[in-house]
């Protein structure tokens, strides 16, 4: 054999080793594709979901050797007792949902980690009578989704950050779209709760609107990831989960980084996909993608959770009685997958 040959043969050895390794699995050294099941207490089709929705599309997911399934379900509390039946891996809820569960009513349910770090909720008043701080919830009624949960919690929150008592703001269950705002308009109520992405439609759509930010008020109301205890214990499933949170990280620094060319990448791909109401507008869209950006950013590196935000958002609750006092927080949060995730 000539040493051309012999070269040649090398090269194509070694080409087909690296072939070999490519498919070996994720940076977690595996070498088969994991399914995971992520429960979203929403439709997906919402920006809210946006680091989800890329790092699937944009291959984050598959590059850390996962396979996701994404489940659909009716709000926060199935969400929470699928995972502790052990029929999914992981979600995503409110830090006030997180710990009412584990603290109130004792569930083995660990946050694990974050990538909306600032509350999400927005509330929308009209400018003939602007709620624009927290005092001015004294004596208004307020449109919330359902019945007590985490918007009517953090309702609370707000008022009780401005001395008004929980029963001094009165409640009505609306629903969610940018329609609702009518009855605020027609006088039926003085304010609704909304999510970012339908706040940030108003707030391009009808120049009466008023947007009031609970951040502004309390800590609590982020977002976390949860799991359940079992679920940390097993330590191929804590791998996994490990391996969730870097492919959010990648697909939240991907995110970041296009919003200086408008997000352009960014949409393509959700939009390749999934029907986002919010992509038919893109000034509303950039708005809100402009919006979770600040929140990715907002936290304890891309997918940590704060120590000091968990306790402060515990003080909170707990200082409207949603908590019982003197609990340790810190037996609800489990930092160890998102710095191994993000190292």
Request: aromatic fraction near 6%; charged fraction near 20%; glycine fraction near 12%.
């Amino acid at each position: 054999m000539s040493p051309t040959t012999t070269g040649r043969l090398v090269a194509a050895l070694l080409a087909a080793g690296l072939v070999l390794a490519g498919c070996g699995g994720g940076p977690g050294g595996d070498t088969d594709v994991d399914e995971i099941t992520f429960l979203n207490i929403l439709p997906m089709e919402s920006l809210g979901y946006a680091a989800e929705m890329v790092a699937e599309t944009n291959g984050h997911f598959a590059a850390h050797g996962l396979e996701v399934n994404f489940e659909a379900t009716q709000g926060s509390a199935p969400a929470i007792q699928t995972l502790l039946a052990g029929s999914a891996e992981i979600s995503r809820i409110g830090d006030i949902e997180t710990m009412v569960a584990a603290g109130e009513r004792g569930a083995p349910l660990v946050a694990i980690g974050s990538v909306v770090h600032k509350g999400p909720i927005r509330m929308i008043s009209a400018d003939r009578a602007p709620v624009t701080d927290a005092a001015d919830f004294a004596g208004k009624l307020v449109g919330t989704p359902s019945e007590g949960g985490t918007s009517s919690i953090t309702l609370d929150l707000v008022a009780g950050s401005a001395g008004i008592p929980a029963e001094e703001v009165r409640r009505q269950v609306v629903g969610l779209s940018p329609g609702v705002f009518e009855l605020v308009q027609g006088g039926r109520v003085d304010a609704f709760i909304v999510s970012l992405d339908t706040a940030m439609v108003l707030d391009a759509t009808r120049p009466e609107a008023v947007v009031y930010d609970p951040n502004d008020a309390i800590s609590a109301g982020s977002q976390v990831y949860a799991t359940s205890a079992a679920m940390l214990e097993d330590p191929d499933e804590k791998d996994k989960l490990r391996r969730y949170l870097a492919a959010i990280a990648d697909a939240t620094r991907f995110i970041t980084e296009d919003e200086a060319n408008g997000f352009t990448e960014t949409m393509r791909l959700i939009g390749s996909r999934y029907q986002v109401p919010a992509l038919d507008d893109p000034q509303v869209a950039t708005a809100a993608l402009s919006a979770y950006v600040e929140s990715y950013n907002a936290g304890d590196g891309p997918t940590g959770i704060s120590p000091q935000r968990w306790q402060a958002t515990y003080d909170e609750v707990a200082g409207i009685g949603q908590l019982p006092s003197g609990l340790d927080p810190g037996d609800w949060l489990d930092g160890s997958v998102s710095a191994a995730a993000t190292p």
